[in-house]
Nanobody, 125 residues
Framework: QVQLVESGGGLVQAGGSLRLSCATS????????IAWFRQAPGREREFVAS????????YVDDSVTGRFAVSRDNAKNTMYLQMNYLKPEDTAVYYC??????????????????WGQGTQVTVAS
């Protein structure tokens, strides 16, 4: 098990930027693919992006490609989601998620072993 704690959410105007952080417990962090999901009111939780356990590859969903980027600092046991050119439809609770593995890929919610508590992102028009 790895504990995940998100931070960095908030209220931003459309077109603005936010960077979310996901801090993890040190143990086994390097053995996990870390991902971001989001859930808007009344909608299913959806995949946003993932990063390989080594940090050398990422996978970003088409819905946010070109605007969002994911990175990790294994020395700090922290993973980041940089969100640029935010739109009102990006409003959601964003969750950090972890699953044992190596490769960055599209992930289904049923595959996730560990979830953070979520952080709210609100984009005002």
């Amino acid at each position: 098990q790895v504990q995940l704690v998100e931070s960095g959410g908030g209220l931003v105007q459309a077109g603005g930027s936010l960077r979310l952080s996901c801090a993890t417990s040190a143990r086994a962090f390097n053995d996990y693919v870390i991902a971001w999901f989001r859930q808007a009111p009344g909608r299913e939780r959806e995949f946003v992006a993932s990063i390989s356990s080594s940090g050398d590859s990422t996978y970003v969903d088409d819905s946010v490609t070109g605007r969002f980027a994911v990175s990790r600092d294994n020395a700090k046991n922290t993973m980041y989601l940089q969100m640029n050119y935010l739109k009102p439809e990006d409003t959601a609770v964003y969750y950090c998620a972890g699953v044992r593995g190596a490769e960055a890929t599209y992930l289904y919610t049923s595959w996730i072993e560990n979830w953070g508590q979520g952080t709210q992102v609100t984009v005002a028009s």
